[in-house]
């Protein structure tokens, strides 16, 4: 009986099972250090090494000369035709600028720019906060994400650089309620501010390496894990996804979902009728029976079981989730915080990018998630 014990123990087949498991986590360790270790070396490489460095690069205090007199800004030599903008963004480590204005902040948009499987060393972080009281507490409650996820974090959820700035104009409303936001009294004065405020967030923050950059308000709380590499792989200079909102329906007593973002549409001839009678000061709205403009809004093209890579030709597009070929915004393509073309702000935006020669694409049946208030 004690030979046969014996015999078990010393089974070779065991024996190579257990060899071969050892391995494997020795090769899992190593090779997790490795990818680690080079992402560390990537930062370093990439950190800027003065304050006059461009804001996309992580700037890290870097030593003085021993006579105590900062070291002089390097002369770097940027080759923009060299920055690509591709459908294979992490094959060939394109940088991503992610600006987001924040009036509020919410955990679940945090949680969710964490959860993002793009690689956090490539991605820039830009906020435009307002300078009122809700905007403070915006403001402090991002700085504690930032400094949990930045410096008690692990270093692959580490972003390569943040900045955080904050509006030098006071915002039109004084509440920042769904209601208050969505009347339609409040939409032009709301919305020329909305434009400002990304102007001043984009023209500061654009940097000679970025390829990529996707707006995300901060109410957007649930995206899918690949969101930049879905949107990317389309390789479209503009692309939008469809927003929907979660909400409990009275109704049915049970959870549901509907259509929240209406500026994302197909121009009709009713629409284009409204706006040769306007005057030059005067927009055209989206979502209001009062301005019935009887466009096809992406909205509604949606499909249960449709499939997500389908594409719709888009003329205005809506800024929840908005990515933008950086080259589309140095060619001049910007946020009319004036009426253009009877449009303004995002809608404004798609048309002037159609001007410079860049059309806009929708992926109707590709969701992200507003915040239900």
Same mark, same amino acid.
């Given at each position: 009986m004690a030979t046969m014990r014996s015999l078990r123990r010393f089974n070779p087949i065991t024996l190579a099972i257990g060899a071969l498991f050892c391995i494997g986590i020795v090769v899992f360790l190593f090779s997790t250090s490795s990818q680690d270790a080079a992402s560390s070396r990537l930062r370093k490489a990439s950190a800027a090494s003065?304050? *006059?460095s461009p804001p996309t690069s992580p700037f890290r205090k870097s030593s003085s000369n021993p006579d105590g007199k900062r070291i002089p800004p390097p002369v770097v030599h940027y080759y923009l035709n060299n920055i690509t903008s591709s459908a294979s963004p992490v094959a060939n480590r394109e940088t991503i600028l992610i600006l987001t204005p924040l009036a509020r902040f919410y955990q679940e948009y945090w949680d969710n720019l964490l959860k993002l499987s793009y690689p956090h060393e490539l991605i820039t972080l830009a906020f435009?906060?307002?300078k009122n009281k809700e905007g403070n507490a915006a403001t402090a409650a991002l700085q504690a994400q930032?400094?949990?996820?930045q410096t008690a974090g692990p270093e692959k959820k580490r972003f390569a650089s943040i900045i955080i700035e904050r509006q030098d104009f006071d915002p039109p409303l004084i509440s920042q309620d769904e209601a208050e936001r969505h009347k339609m009294d409040n939409q032009k004065i709301r919305r020329a501010a909305m434009s400002r405020?990304?102007?001043s967030l984009l023209f500061t923050t654009l940097g000679p390496s970025t390829s990529w950059? *996707?707006?995300l308000d901060s109410d957007i709380v649930e995206t899918p894990p690949s969101l930049i590499e879905d949107l990317a792989s389309h390789d479209k200079p503009i692309?939008?996804?469809n927003c929907f909102q979660r909400f409990y329906d009275p109704k049915l007593k049970a959870h549901s979902e509907r259509p929240y973002d209406f500026n994302s549409w197909k121009d009709s001839?009713?629409?284009q009728e409204l706006g040769a009678q306007m005057g030059p000061e005067e927009i055209l709205l989206e979502g209001y029976a009062e301005m019935a403009t009887y466009r096809t809004l992406m909205a509604y093209l949606h499909e249960p079981n449709g499939d997500v890579n389908a594409e719709v030709d888009l003329d205005g597009v809506g800024g929840t989730a908005l990515m933008v070929k950086a080259d589309v915004h140095r060619d001049g393509a910007m946020f009319?915080?004036?009426p253009f073309y009877h449009l303004i702000e995002t809608e404004g935006f798609a048309r002037m990018a159609r001007r410079l020669g860049w059309s806009s694409t929708g992926l109707p049946n590709y969701k992200v998630y507003h915040y239900n208030e």
């Open positions: 003065n304050p *006059l435009i906060i307002p930032i400094q949990k996820t405020a990304r102007n950059v *996707l707006w692309i939008v996804p001839s009713r629409a009319p915080p004036f």
